[in-house]
T-cell receptor, first 116, second 116 residues
Framework: DGGITQSPKYLFRKEGQNVTLSCEQN?????MYWYRQDPGQGLRLIYY???????QKGDIAEGYSVSREKKESFPLTVTSAQKNPTAFYLC???????????????FGEGSRLTVL | AQKVTQAQTEISVVEKEDVTLDCVYE???????LFWYKQPPSGELVFLIR??????QNEISGRYSWNFQKSTSSFNFTITASQVVDSAVYFC?????????????FGKGTLLTVNP
């Protein structure tokens, strides 16, 4: 079945360590996104990519980095510069074709990161 | 700037009651798209509906209905005869149309608990 796979589902990190969250999609979608969810804060956009080898900062990109070397993959690295990394991270994808510009997002099941 | 407000943080109802989730939005775009997503305890967001700004026709899908009113910038969601399986966090979201703005702006979500 087509969908988005995020791993790991749960991750613990010590302060000062970088960690990379994986996001893979087999939907053949051009665009991919990373959102952060905190209790009572809704979803906030970290980074998004509309095409391979290109990505843009979202609203809260500081302390995060991404790459988009393949269409199927959009990994997110949470660096030690991120002051409050403990959160639930959601990856999403959509088609950005001109005629389907209003397409909804398809989400993975999320990765919960806890900094000890 | 775009903004989505879901004033109800939490709602608790008894099974078979009707419940309405409120959503108010702000945008300067004349063309925009509104969405509702459901987030069950498993974590992933599930798309429920998309509405274009130029289509104010209300929609019904089974026990779900949506009331879109441009005059009040609202896009409310009603669940009729609620069931325990409806318990989830519900997000309202807005997508503009200008330039490279393909990203969604989410409200903070409403936690709906349906008690048996």
């Amino acid at each position: 079945d087509g969908g988005i796979t995020q791993s790991p589902k749960y991750l613990f990190r010590k302060e000062g360590q970088n960690v990379t969250l994986s996001c893979e999609q087999n939907l053949n979608h051009d665009a991919m996104y990373w959102y952060r969810q905190d209790p009572g804060q809704g979803l906030r956009l970290i980074y998004y990519s509309q095409i391979v080898n290109d990505f843009q900062k979202g609203d809260i990109a500081e302390g995060y980095s991404v790459s988009r070397e393949k269409k199927e993959s959009f990994p997110l690295t949470v660096t030690s510069a991120q002051k409050n990394p403990t959160a639930f991270y959601l990856c999403a994808s959509s088609t950005s074709q001109r005629e389907v510009r209003t397409g909804e997002l398809f989400f993975g099941e999320g990765s919960r990161l806890t900094v000890l | 700037a775009q903004k989505v407000t879901q004033a109800q943080t939490e709602i608790s109802v008894v099974e078979k009651e009707d419940v309405t989730l409120d959503c108010v939005y702000e945008t300067r775009d004349t063309t925009y798209y509104l969405f509702w997503y459901k987030q069950p305890p498993s974590g992933e967001l599930v798309f429920l509906i998309r509405r274009n700004s130029f289509d104010e026709q209300n929609e019904i899908s089974g026990r779900y209905s949506w009331n879109f009113q441009k005059s009040t910038s609202s896009f409310n969601f009603t669940i009729t005869a609620s069931q325990v399986v409806d318990s989830a966090v519900y997000f309202c979201a807005l997508r503009g149309r200008g330039g490279s703005n393909y990203k969604l702006t989410f409200g903070k979500g409403t936690l709906l608990t349906v008690n048996p």
